[in-house]
């Protein structure tokens, strides 16, 4: 009788351990996360967006419910994300899932919200049938509302809800102001970079001829591609805009290649002299690379004509960023075309940081130059390392108030282009300019964010006999492990054998 009541009491105690497990969960969200990256853990940007919302914010999450495993995959790490910023931000987010595929008058309400559906082949019963996918999210702000079309299973989901909800929760956004008139390319030549610039930041074209506003309203100023001199008036506001502590992005070339002539030569612009007044000397010369872009070769083969990708050792391809650098935070890889080396020449007041430089194989060559797709590149061809294309430059650059100058010898890693003409940039490329703003203008950690996804994780590259003998290990060693576990049973087995054979033998 005792012994019913003490499991009883047990189950009793059982049940009620789990009721307030479950209390505890629902106001509690917690996961661990074991990602080297940690992309399962909030930033601390996205926490101090939630805990300073002043209005509730309201998710409609449109997923398509019953498809694909990648899909439920996506929309269940979208609900967990949901689940704890409702948690962080007290119930100022609300969230609800909406199944647009139920029937025509809900998927009617999802285009009307701004979601398209994805149209992806799915196959059922042996049979190919295509499926429309709904994988978007309403966010709304009051009377404002913003938009995440598609959410991209493995992309950053936090990343786009919380500059989401960011963008809908700024209503002052501070000015930076891109430079125009000595031959930048256009506001239309941007789309990726302003697409993400505008979640902070009101991006107004600037002329710096204008003398009846002035810069210093803007946050930061960027100069991107000019191919004309500046005038020696426009030098002075540049000036004058710096000595008042205002923050420049300049990304020009430097130098230029031609593949009509399949030439390169130095760019004539006065900049670079203005630059190297303030410490920032640019090499007239082309970094080469042993790490490097690719160009497409038209060959001919009888009657047939192909494009082959070969390596082009004037478009360095960087990989190594410092690690702990808010504009180099997590990106993998940033390819220039064409750079020059750039030499620190100013005085200690002054603080230098390279945050992009070269391989540990790579070379410069004096202007002018002619590429010769044909030579033979060889290891004596890049008997230097770490050169720097890319710097910062803070302190008090002209005056006595601290300024920034964010500096790259590439104009065009981030350029779009314009219409038949636009091609899409790496999303790395994009990510190191609106990084660099970001820093100039307000370090509100979403740079983390912007990078934060899953990394790409390459295999090493190895020889040929190493590969041979891995293959051939991995084919051998679990046959060989069959073999010696088939073994070691058979001998136990012979031996309880010949111990039930044995005389008195009790089992």
């Known amino acids: 009788m005792k012994q019913k009541k003490s499991i009883a009491s047990q189950l009793i105690l059982i049940v009620v351990a789990l009721v307030l497990l479950n209390i505890l969960s629902d106001r509690f969200f917690v996961r661990l996360d074991f990602t080297e990256d940690k992309i399962y853990t909030l930033s601390d940007a996205t926490k101090d967006i939630l805990r300073s919302l002043d209005e509730p914010v309201t998710v409609t999450a449109y997923f398509t419910k019953g498809s694909q495993p990648e899909i439920e995959k996506t929309r269940n790490d979208f609900k967990d994300l949901l689940i704890e910023y409702a948690s962080i931000s007290k119930g100022m987010v609300n969230y609800e899932f909406v199944n647009p595929n139920k029937d025509d008058k809900t998927e009617r309400e999802a285009m009307q919200a701004g979601i398209q559906p994805l149209i992806l082949n799915v196959r059922e019963k042996d049979q190919m049938k295509q499926q429309k996918v709904f994988l978007?999210?309403?966010?709304?702000?009051?009377?404002?509302?913003?938009?995440?079309?598609?959410?991209?299973?493995?992309?950053?989901?936090?990343?786009?809800?919380?500059?989401?909800?960011?963008?809908?929760?700024?209503?002052?956004?501070?000015?930076?102001?891109?430079?125009?008139?000595?031959?930048?390319?256009?506001?239309?030549?941007?789309?990726?970079?302003?697409?993400?610039?505008?979640?902070?930041?009101?991006?107004?074209?600037?002329?710096?001829?204008?003398?009846?506003?002035?810069?210093?309203?803007?946050?930061?100023?960027?100069?991107?591609?000019?191919?004309?001199?500046?005038?020696?008036?426009?030098?002075?506001?540049?000036?004058?805009?710096?000595?008042?502590?205002?923050?420049?992005?300049?990304?020009?070339?430097?130098?230029?290649?031609?593949?009509?002539?399949?030439?390169?030569?130095?760019?004539?612009?006065?900049?670079?002299?203005?630059?190297?007044?303030?410490?920032?000397?640019?090499?007239?010369?082309?970094?080469?690379?042993?790490?490097?872009?690719?160009?497409?070769?038209?060959?001919?083969?009888?009657?047939?004509?192909?494009?082959?990708?070969?390596?082009?050792?004037?478009?360095?391809?960087?990989?190594?960023?410092?690690?702990?650098?808010?504009?180099?935070?997590?990106?993998?890889?940033?390819?220039?075309?064409?750079?020059?080396?750039?030499?620190?020449?100013?005085?200690?007041?002054?603080?230098?940081?390279?945050?992009?430089?070269?391989?540990?194989?790579?070379?410069?060559?004096?202007?002018?130059?002619?590429?010769?797709?044909?030579?033979?590149?060889?290891?004596?061809?890049?008997?230097?390392?770490?050169?720097?294309?890319?710097?910062?430059?803070?302190?008090?650059?002209?005056?006595?108030?601290?300024?920034?100058?964010?500096?790259?010898?590439?104009?065009?890693?981030?350029?779009?282009?314009?219409?038949?003409?636009?091609?899409?940039?790496?999303?790395?490329?994009?990510s190191l300019l609106v990084n660099s703003i970001d820093w100039l203008s307000d370090d509100t950690g979403l740079i983390d964010l912007r990078t934060k996804e899953v990394t790409s994780r390459p295999l090493a590259e190895i020889d040929e006999g190493k590969r041979t003998l891995l293959k051939w290990l991995n084919f051998l060693l679990p046959i060989f492990l069959v073999i010696i576990y088939g073994i070691i049973r058979m001998q136990i087995r012979r031996n309880k054998r010949i111990k039930r054979m044995e005389v008195g033998y009790v089992s």
Request: aromatic fraction near 10%; include cysteine; proline fraction near 5%.
């Open 136 to 430: 978007g999210a309403k966010i709304q702000m009051g009377d404002r509302t913003d938009i995440i079309p598609v959410i991209q299973p493995g992309a950053a989901m936090e990343y786009a809800l919380s500059s989401s909800i960011k963008k809908l929760s700024v209503i002052d956004k501070p000015l930076v102001g891109l430079v125009q008139g000595q031959g930048e390319p256009g506001m239309n030549s941007y789309q990726q970079a302003l697409q993400q610039l505008e979640v902070l930041y009101n991006v107004q074209p600037v002329d710096l001829t204008d003398t009846v506003n002035g810069l210093e309203r803007f946050k930061t100023l960027a100069i991107i591609a000019p191919s004309d001199s500046f005038s020696d008036a426009q030098l002075r506001k540049l000036d004058d805009y710096l000595s008042q502590g205002g923050n420049l992005f300049i990304a020009y070339n430097h130098v230029e290649g031609d593949f009509q002539t399949m030439r390169g030569d130095v760019v004539k612009s006065n900049l670079a002299n203005w630059l190297a007044k303030k410490g920032l000397s640019v090499e007239n010369n082309f970094v080469v690379d042993a790490s490097c872009g690719t160009v497409g070769v038209r060959q001919q083969a009888g009657f047939m004509t192909f494009t082959r990708q070969i390596p082009f050792y004037y478009w360095p391809m960087i990989k190594n960023f410092p690690s702990d650098f808010p504009i180099t935070k997590g990106l993998e890889q940033v390819t220039l075309q064409f750079a020059s080396s750039i030499n620190f020449t100013g005085d200690t007041t002054l603080r230098f940081i390279p945050f992009l430089e070269s391989s540990p194989k790579s070379g410069t060559l004096s202007t002018p130059i002619y590429f010769n797709l044909q030579k033979k590149w060889t290891e004596k061809d890049f008997p230097l390392s770490n050169l720097t294309l890319g710097a910062v430059l803070e302190g008090p650059i002209v005056g006595n108030t601290p300024s920034k100058i964010v500096l790259i010898t590439d104009g065009d890693f981030a350029i779009n282009g314009e219409g038949q003409k636009a091609q899409q940039q790496s999303a790395d490329n994009v």
